[in-house]
């Protein structure tokens, strides 16, 4: 009994103590903060942990629509059950890490309700006293 309580008393600090692992990269560079950004929105569904990368207009207008997911499904247009959340490279360059904007492309894999869902996200970044914050989430010219 006592060996059955100890272990769940583990798993459960275990689980508890769980950081962003998974995220890897330069915690000063933008694609860093922007990953950061999308991955407490998504997979901890935590609004308040989000807009701790965001710049406060942006934290604001994400505060207005109370959940994560709300902010997700009608700002970002974007909904998942889970997601990977991958830096595009291909359009990177050297001045995007010297300078105070950049923009920085996201490709999002997921499900949602059981379908694969792929997509891709540009997000523009500013440096404000030495911190990158999202400033702005290009909309899809795609969508609606």
């Not at 100890?6 to 933008?30: E, F, H």
């Not at 950004?37 to 569904?45: E, G, K, Q, T, V």
């Not at 710049?55 to 629509?65: D, G």
């Not at 996201?106 to 523009?124: A, E, I, P």
Request: glycine fraction near 6%; hydrophobic fraction near 35%; include cysteine.
């Amino acid at each position: 009994m006592k060996r059955t309580l100890l272990l769940a008393l583990i798993l459960l600090l275990t689980a508890c103590g769980q950081n962003d692992d998974d995220i890897t990269g330069d915690p000063n560079s933008p694609g860093y903060v922007a990953t950061q950004y999308f991955y407490a929105l998504y997979n901890h569904d935590n609004l308040e942990r989000a807009t701790q990368y965001a710049t406060p207009k942006l934290a604001r207008i994400m505060r207005s629509y109370g959940t994560a997911s709300q902010f997700t499904r009608n700002l970002v247009n974007l909904q998942y059950d889970q997601v990977t959340i991958e830096l595009d490279r291909t359009e990177m360059s050297v001045r995007q890490q010297y300078g105070d904007r950049a923009t920085i492309n996201l490709v999002f894999t997921g499900h949602f309700h059981g379908n694969q869902v792929d997509d891709m996200r540009s997000v523009k970044m500013i440096r404000e006293r030495g911190d990158w914050l999202v400033s702005e989430i290009v909309p899809d010219p795609y969508g609606r």
